[in-house]
C-alpha cells in the first residue's frame, strides 16, 4: 500500500489478547514506509512486552503519564501534536468505555482526550462484551463523536467462543489506516487545482506494479528488486482523485490499496492477460518492474544439482506489455504511461521508449547503484512526453503520485477527451 507514505501514526495499545496482532500491523506500517510511536496500557504489557513494540517501532515506548522524563522529552500533548492519524489496537471495552465518558487516568486514555487527530479503532473483545448495552452505547457515543472503527470481525476467539469481538487482521487494519491517511492527503496537490480534488472523477485508471516472477521450477523463480510502492501509490491516488481503478500487482508485501480493485498475478503473460481483461480505461500506467525474460522451458519437477557441473537456463522473450497497450489499434487508452529505468543516458533512452513503446508519457528515473529507487522511498523523475520534458525534484513516491496523476487529468483537458 503504499500508498500514502511516509506518514506518523501514534499507537495506542490496548490490553487484549489481540496485542499480539499489533506486532505484525507495526511490521507492515513500517514496511509502508510509516514512522510509528506507541504507547501501551498496564494491561497491554501483560501481553506483550514492551521491548518487542520499541525494536519493531525503532522507538521508546510511552506509558508514563507522570513520568518528569517523558514530560520533559515529549509530553503528552505533543505525542498526539506529532501524528498524522492516532490508532487504538485492541481497542478492548474499557478503553472503549473510558473514551466514550472522557476518562484519563492514564497516558493512553489522556491522549485520546486530549487530542484534535483522526482516531481509527480496531475493537478486541469477547462477544458478550461486544453485545452488551452499555458497549453497544458507547460504540454510538464514539461514532457520533467521529471516531472511525475498522471490525471487529466474526469469528471463533481466543476465549473459544464464535461470534463478533474478533479484532481485524493487521492488514485489514492497515488498509483502514492507508485509507485515513489518503483522505488527508488527498488532492489538490498544486494551487491551480485547489477545490478539484476529483480531477479524474468519471475516468477509469489501470496501474501495473511491483515484481514479476517467472518461475524455473516449482520452488525457484527469477525476480527483481521492485518493492511496488510507486504503482500502488498512484493506483491509490487515482482512487482518491475519483478514478474507477484497477491495479495489476505482481508479487508484493504491501496491502491492497483502498477503493482499488487489486488483481494479483505472478508472471509477465498473467500480467499481460490481466491488463488486456480491464480494458477499455482511459488511462494505463505501466509501472510494473516487468521480467524481460522467462525461463523457455519451466520444469515441473526441482532441478537438482550435479556437483561440479555448470547450469545454464535458457531464457526467452516476454511480451512488452507497456507496448502491446500502445499499440493496440482498438481500445488504446487516451493516455498511455510508462517508466523508465535507466542505469546510463537516461534522457536519450527513455526518449526512445517513448516511441517505440508508442507511448503518451515516459517518467525515467535513474537505478543506478547509488540511486536507491528500487525498494527505496524517493523517487527523482524526469518526465517526457511528446511535447516537451521537465525534470521533478526528489520527491517521496506519493508525491510522484500526486504530481503525475494531476499533469494526466490535465493532459486529457488540454485534448479535450
Ligand atoms: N514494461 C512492460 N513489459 C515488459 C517490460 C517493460 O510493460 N516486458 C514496461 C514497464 O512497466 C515500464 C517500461 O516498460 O513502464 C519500461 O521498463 P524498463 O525496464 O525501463 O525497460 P525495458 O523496456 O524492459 O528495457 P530495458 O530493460 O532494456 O531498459
Not at 103 to 130: C, E, F, H, Q, S
Not at 149 to 174: H, N, V
Request: proline content about 5%; overall charge neutral; hydrophobic content about 45%.
Amino acid at each position: 500500500m503504499t500508498a500514502s507514505s511516509g506518514k506518523r501514526v501514534l499507537l495506542i495499545i490496548g490490553g487484549g489478547i489481540a496485542a499480539y496482532k499489533v506486532l505484525e500491523l507495526i511490521r507492515r506500517l513500517r514496511e509502508c514506509g510509516h514512522f510509528v510511536r506507541a504507547v501501551m496500557t498496564r494491561a497491554a504489557q501483560e501481553f506483550i512486552t514492551k521491548l518487542s513494540v520499541e525494536s519493531l517501532t525503532g522507538n521508546r515506548v510511552y506509558d508514563d503519564l507522570f513520568s518528569p522524563t517523558e514530560e520533559s522529552g515529549m509530553g503528552h500533548i505533543e505525542l498526539s501534536r506529532d501524528a498524522d492519524l492516532i490508532v487504538v489496537a485492541p481497542a478492548t471495552a474499557d478503553l472503549l468505555a473510558k473514551m466514550a465518558h472522557g476518562l484519563a487516568g492514564d497516558l493512553a486514555t489522556t491522549l485520546l482526550l486530549a487530542t484534535d487527530k483522526k482516531i481509527l479503532a480496531a475493537p478486541a473483545m469477547n462477544l458478550r462484551m461486544w453485545l452488551h448495552p452499555a458497549t453497544r452505547r458507547n460504540m454510538a457515543r464514539l461514532q457520533e463523536d467521529g471516531v472511525i472503527f475498522t471490525g471487529p470481525e466474526a469469528g471463533e476467539m481466543a476465549c473459544g467462543e464464535y461470534g463478533p469481538g474478533r479484532m481485524s487482521e493487521p492488514l485489514t487494519i492497515l488498509a483502514a489506516i492507508e485509507a485515513r491517511l489518503a483522505e488527508d492527503t488527498r488532492l489538490p496537490l498544486a494551487p491551480e487545482f485547489a477545490g478539484q480534488s476529483r480531477v479524474l472523477a468519471g475516468r477509469r485508471v489501470i496501474v501495473t506494479s511491483g515484481p514479476t516472477h517467472e518461475p524455473i521450477d516449482p520452488v525457484r523463480y527469477i525476480a527483481n528488486r521492485s518493492s511496488g510502492r510507486q504503482g500502488h501509490a498512484i493506483a491509490s491516488v487515482a482512487a482518491a482523485a475519483g478514478a474507477d481503478t484497477v491495479l495489476i500487482s505482481g508479487p508484493v508485501t504491501l496491502a491492497d490499496p483502498a477503493q482499488v480493485q487489486t488483481r494479483h498475478v505472478e508472471t509477465a503473460c498473467e500480467m499481460l492477460e490481466a491488463v488486456e481483461a480491464a480494458l477499455p480505461a482511459d488511462i494505463f500506467i505501466g509501472v510494473a518492474a516487468v521480467a524481460d525474460w522467462r525461463v523457455a522451458a519451466v520444469t515441473h519437477q526441482k532441478i537438482k544439482k550435479e556437483k561440479g557441473r555448470e547450469f545454464s537456463l535458457t531464457l526467452t522473450e516476454n511480451p512488452d506489455i507497456l507496448a502491446c497497450v500502445g499499440k493496440r489499434l482498438e481500445n488504446r487508452p487516451a493516455l498511455v504511461v510508462g517508466f523508465a529505468a535507466e542505469s546510463e543516458d537516461i534522457l536519450a533512452r527513455a526518449a526512445a521508449k517513448l516511441t517505440q513503446k508508442n507511448c503518451d508519457m515516459i517518467l525515467a528515473n535513474d537505478v543506478g547503484e547509488s540511486s536507491q529507487v528500487f525498494g527505496g522511498q524517493k523517487n527523482e523523475v524526469l518526465v517526457l512526453t511528446r511535447k516537451d520534458q521537465e525534470s521533478w525534484p526528489p520527491l517521496d513516491k506519493e508525491m510522484v503520485a500526486r504530481r503525475l496523476i494531476l499533469r494526466l487529468s490535465a493532459l486529457l483537458a488540454e485534448r479535450g477527451e
